[in-house]
């Protein structure tokens, strides 16, 4: 059962890892310093558009530059600033996150089952599969927005996510609270467990107030949270006797022995 | 029995007396992260130290043979740095529980393995820095780092050597002088060096001072190599960042030894050494000083009307240039000279028309190169055909960066110790006022920037006299009193003292009986916090109650302050009357666009808000008033006369790089000299402008 336990959690820590690196790579686009203030004071583009409100559309041009300008994109001599592509990094973004989705559902749902014994368990399935629905949802109308051809926001949808994921990681934090095992690998658990606790809190607080900013502020504990606890589940079974025995095995191995005796520290 | 806490903290503990290892292991691992990505917080003052191959090769063609010296110099002293602070952690994990009373560490190969782990991290994170800044370099830059590793090797292996060669004769005189002062010090106190049972000094001990002995031998070798850099190219191949290493390993030798020391008696590092920065601050030698030449000549700067007259009936252009590093000087060489250019096609006669220039900081540096383009025969500039390839506008880029760290981990670091040496000399004997009170960073930037015959030895009374010739514009470099806070012009032309209505002094009216070399006026006024000392001039020995001159940054960023006041002096009593006055404004960086960016909170930013907010008002205050002092001087004579044309660093050059913040170090990196490039190529509504105020015609296709 143990044996089990520790294979599910380290799969779970493998797709994290996937899911973080998919993460970076969906995101590397979109990281815009946009030329004027977005909507609500959020400073990254992607979130100002996934929460624009209706009547703040009118405004997207402001933040996003016309797709003429991304079509012809040709350098304007005497002018101050060269017309951007802003818009074609956003879709870009938006294209490349169905793989993102794909992935931090998968861990969601793994860390849900590696707490299926728990009352938490399949209530972070439901929110996980539930928060990718409404991402799905929500990237279709962003599609929408940056090609002017959408006919409402993605507000409503991005909102119900965000509130799935939220409370998708709410429900992971006790699974990041074991009662046994080493106390190095129980710290960083612990750590995991305090952002998700106070990233899911604050998340929700801020759409029940609908403030935007201290979404896009919960949104970056969460991600703290997501590293420790990919890091944790990964680590379950090196660190379970703690840290220095998993070094003296790491310090065993072919490829790092050497480096726990060379350079020599004492005359030989 | 002690509780599960108890023997959580008592371990933590260690951090405490690892403090200075652990600290330069943490800088070294995020350095380059804090200086590479194009939005870091240090990017615009570290980024290029990472650029190790084109500080040997400006232009951008180091050679094979040079990239693999820079890579493999980097790659042994990071990994250098890193065996010191490897060493030094691992003494005190030994012996802090003798030393210090701390929980004895099981001294497993996990944490042996750990104490390697970390450093070693760090130098690759260093090397890695260097690979992803430097451009071209990948199968140089890999042979360098192989080779790189095998010195180190082969140090390791001059270690085991000489600790065979010190055991074997350690009655011999050199192993006496090498370890009686070490010894002596365990003599006073012995716990944690030696064994309690034999009372022998414990051989790790000894063996991680001859390490200590092989990193002075670098920092020794390494000062060998690049005190005679200038005269050797391939030698120019050594980087900055090596320098920079040098001096993180012998900080961590330093202060690892005084809290080894100390921190047993419960006394704190930084008291040691602020107790010892007390007692050395009696010595007047400790300060910096400038340079400046005897002179029996009387003559004050060139009046402003005087220079103005010249332009009656005709139109003048008056320039301030504004601070900001080596940007600021790269930006305001190149608009001059990109000007220049411009007006040879137009016929325009910039030139001639250009009479005076104040400049800060920076933007003091780019004045002082393209004013040294003039030829004092016949005052005029030579043709420039191609800016990027012109003189002074690849002067005026080229990195800096090297002397200034240089300086720092050199003579700065030994007259930090021991200032008392810093005045003495043989060659006449002197006990205070020798020719090392002279030799710091500051200094070492300043012969820099000789990168001309003429720079090297024109002085502020030379180039007075080809401005009162009309063979060269008049310039003034503004400087600050730290003392004061006036502000000090070093030029050929100032401000009447009757005419002012600000506080502000004139050099050669203050200290009459020297003259300055240029570079050394033009590096007083850029004196770069920190990058550059505070300095008082060298003029009746140490002894001497002179002022500290730094940047003129401090008092106006923007060089307006001065050249209003001196063209409201100049045009007052009526005998200068040109047919306009443009008068130029050369920004190195963007101004305006306040963002808001928020995120500090909490009491810690209540403590430092008085500051942040003086700083955000240095910014702001200057920006408006030199703007409304511009506006005022033009309203007083008509609104017409006078012409404002501002050449502004783009706050943004295109999306695909995103906004990058100029660089503020003395290194430009290609890809500045790139934006650099393409700046000027974004400016051409204002150089048609220019051209236009110059001789009233359509000159559309003469600027291109």
């Not at chain 1, 143990?2 to 790579?25: D, K, P």
């Not at chain 2, 830059?141 to 180190?152: N, R």
């Not at chain 2, 139109?315 to 600021?328: D, M």
């Not at chain 2, 209505?501 to 006026?521: H, N, Q, W």
């Amino acid at each position: 059962m143990r044996l089990a336990f520790n294979r599910l959690s380290i799969a779970t820590f493998w797709v994290g890892l996937v899911a973080a690196g998919l993460g970076l790579w969906t995101a590397a686009p979109a990281r815009l310093r946009p030329a004027r203030p977005l909507p609500e004071g959020v400073h990254s583009p992607m979130l100002a558009l996934e929460l624009l409100r209706e009547r703040d559309r009118v405004h997207v041009p402001e933040f996003v530059d016309p797709p003429q300008q991304a079509v012809f994109g040709a350098e304007a001599i005497g002018t101050r600033i060269r017309p951007t592509r802003e818009r074609e990094h956003l879709l870009r973004t938006v294209r490349r996150d169905r793989y993102f989705i794909a992935a931090y559902d998968a861990f969601l749902t793994l860390a849900g089952t590696l707490a299926i014994r728990t009352p938490f368990g399949i209530p972070l399935i439901v929110a996980a599969n539930a928060a990718a629905y409404y991402d799905v949802q929500e990237n279709r109308l962003l599609n929408g927005v940056l090609t002017d051809a959408a006919t409402a926001v993605p507000r409503e949808p991005s909102l119900k996510k965000w509130a799935f994921v939220f409370g998708a990681f709410l429900l992971m934090a006790p699974a990041l609270v074991p009662r046994r095992g080493a106390i190095f690998w129980r710290t960083l658990g612990l750590a995991g467990a305090a952002f998700a606790l106070v990233g899911g809190v604050e998340g929700l607080l801020a759409i029940v107030y609908a403030n935007d900013q201290l979404l896009e502020s919960a949104a970056g504990r969460l991600t703290v949270a997501f590293v420790f606890a990919a890091i944790f589940f990964g680590t379950c079974r090196v660190l379970a006797e703690g840290l220095l025995p998993a070094l003296d095995r790491l310090a065993a191995t072919r490829w790092l022995g050497w480096l726990s005796r060379w350079p020599p520290s004492e005359p030989t | 029995m002690r509780s599960r806490f108890e023997i959580t903290l008592s371990s933590l503990a260690y951090g405490y007396v690892l403090r200075v290892p652990i600290l330069v292991c943490l800088s070294l691992l995020a350095l380059p992260f804090v200086a590479i990505p194009t939005d870091a917080i240090a990017g615009p003052l570290l980024r290029g130290l990472f650029d190790i191959t084109d500080q040997s090769a400006p232009a951008g063609g180091a050679s094979f043979a040079q990239v693999v010296v820079a890579f493999a110099l980097v790659t042994v002293i990071a990994l250098m740095a890193a065996a010191t602070i490897w060493i030094t952690t691992s003494l005190i994990v030994a012996d802090g529980e003798e030393r210090f009373g701390l929980r004895p560490v099981e001294k497993s190969p996990g944490l042996q393995l750990l104490l390697r782990l970390f450093p070693l991290l760090a130098a690759i994170a260093v090397v890695g820095g260097a690979f992803i800044q430097s451009t071209g370099t990948v199968f140089a830059g890999l042979l360098g780092a192989v080779f790189g590793i095998a010195v180190f090797v082969l140090l390791i292996r001059v270690r085991e050597t000489w600790w065979r060669l010190f055991s074997a004769r350690a009655k011999s005189r050199l192993a006496r002088v090498l370890f009686r002062p070490f010894v002596w010090v365990v003599s006073l106190t012995p716990e944690g060096f030696t064994d309690p049972q034999t009372g022998e000094v414990r051989l790790r001990h000894l063996f991680a001072l001859v390490q200590l002995f092989i990193s002075m031998l670098l920092y020794a070798v390494l000062f060998a190599l690049k005190y005679d850099a200038d005269l050797r190219p391939i030698l120019r191949a050594i980087p900055t960042l090596c320098i920079v290493l040098l001096l993180s390993m012998m900080l961590c030798w330093g202060l690892t030894a005084v809290t080894f020391l100390f921190d047993r008696f419960r006394i704190p590092a930084l008291l040691v050494l602020a107790t010892y920065g007390t007692l050395v601050s009696v010595f007047p030698q400790g300060d910096h000083f400038f340079a400046s030449i005897p002179t029996a000549r009387t003559e004050r700067p060139v009046p402003a009307a005087t220079v103005l007259a010249r332009r009656n009936g005709d139109v003048a252009v008056v320039v301030a240039a504004t601070g900001g590093g080596i940007q600021a000087s790269a930006w305001a060489a190149r608009v001059l000279a990109g000007i220049q250019h411009d007006s040879v096609a137009c016929r325009t006669g910039f030139d001639r028309a250009l009479v005076a220039i104040s400049a800060v900081s920076g933007g003091s540096a780019g004045a002082m190169f393209f004013l040294d383009a003039y030829d004092p025969a016949t005052g005029a500039l030579p043709p420039m055909i191609d800016i990027d390839s012109e003189p002074s506008v690849k002067a005026a880029e080229a990195s800096s960066l090297d002397e200034v760290a240089f300086g720092l981990a050199y003579p700065d670091l030994v007259w930090t110790v021991a200032p008392f040496l810093k005045g003495l000399d043989f060659n006449p004997p002197s006990l205070w006022n020798g020719r090392n009170l002279t030799a710091d960073r500051g200094t070492a930037l300043e012969d820099a920037w000789k990168r001309t015959a003429s720079l090297g030895t024109s002085t502020l009374l030379s180039w007075r006299d080809d401005t009162a010739g009309a063979k060269r514009p008049a310039v003034m470099f503004n400087a600050t009193v730290v003392e004061t806070g006036q502000r000090m012009v070093l030029g050929s032309t100032t401000v009447a003292k009757a005419e002012r209505r600000s506080p502000l002094l004139d050099f050669r009216e203050e200290y009459g009986d020297v003259d300055l070399l240029i570079a050394t006026a033009a590096r007083l006024s850029a004196t770069f916090p920190y990058v550059s000392p505070p300095a008082r001039v060298k003029r009746r020995g140490v002894f001497e109650n002179a002022v500290h001159l730094v940047d003129g940054g401090y008092y106006d960023n923007y060089g307006t302050a001065t050249l209003v006041e001196w063209l409201d002096e100049a045009l007052s009593d009526g005998a200068a009357t040109p047919r306009r006055i443009v008068f130029v404004q050369i920004r190195s960086s963007p101004s305006g666009g306040f963002d808001s960016t928020g995120g500090s909170r909490g009491w810690l930013f209540e403590t430092f808000q008085p500051l942040t907010t003086m700083l955000g008002v240095r910014g702001t205050g200057q920006l408006s008033h030199s703007d409304l002092h511009v506006q005022l001087l033009r309203n007083q004579y008509g609104g017409h006369l006078i012409v404002p044309v501002t050449f502004e660093f783009p706050r943004r050059l295109n999306a695909e790089t995103d906004d990058v913040a100029p660089p503020l170090s003395w290194h430009l990196t290609p890809k500045d000299r790139g934006r650099l490039h393409d700046a000027w190529g974004l400016m051409r509504r204002d150089r048609l402008d220019l051209q236009h105020q110059l001789n009233d015609a359509d000159n559309a296709t003469c600027v291109q």
